[in-house]
């Protein structure tokens, strides 16, 4: 009794068994593949006579390639973890949510503010981190800090000590 296997005509590139002449196969990429070979690597889905792409030796279907390869992952906020479908923030070599990127001592939103970023890591709007990590002025004992509407402040360090320049001439004054 014979069997109804046609001619041998190769072996299918993706699991190497026989295609026979009259079953279901196709040639892409110039390989021969059993037409139930031919899929794509995310959904399985049958690509013969369909469009596809090839990444890194994987076969994708149009919408998995757009899905998987061509958008990226989402992105996860350094702030609370959770990914980020949309707008991203980039901070600090990080991704943040914008809500998320905040000081973390007034929860004040940081987003087109300036800010610094504290010995901690941890980004602070400006007040903040000049309250808690400016040098403290030897006579007052206040942080010696910018001006409002002032980028840079002065101040005077003598013997390890930091003084206002007002407080360390009201000092030299008294002597």
């Keep these: 009794m014979s069997t109804n296997v046609g001619l041998y005509i190769g072996s299918c590139g993706r699991c190497r068994e026989a295609v026979h002449a009259g079953s279901s196969a196709c040639q892409a990429l110039g390989k021969l593949f059993h037409s139930a070979c031919f899929t794509c690597t ?7 006579g369909e469009p596809f792409y090839l ?3 994987r076969i994708y279907c149009d919408k998995d390639f757009l899905r998987s390869v061509v958008q990226p992952t ?7 973890g959770l990914s980020i479908p949309d707008t991203v923030l980039q901070a600090r070599g990080r991704s943040y949510h914008p809500s998320c990127f905040r000081c973390p ?13 504290g010995p901690d890591g ?3 709007c400006l007040r903040d981190y000049h309250r808690r ?13 910018p001006l409002p509407g002032s980028k840079e402040t002065t101040r005077i360090v003598i013997s390890d000590r930091s003084y206002h320049v007002e407080c360390y001439d009201r000092q030299v004054n008294h002597v």
């Design 55 to 57: 990444v890194s030796g």
């Design 105 to 117: 001592t007034c929860r004040r939103a940081l987003e087109g503010l300036p800010f610094s970023v």
């Design 42 to 48: 995310e959904c399985g889905r049958g690509l013969t």
């Design 133 to 145: 990590w400016a040098a403290r002025c030897a006579a007052c004992l206040e942080p010696i800090c």
């Design 74 to 80: 989402p992105e996860v906020c350094g702030g609370c």
């Design 122 to 124: 941890q980004p602070y």
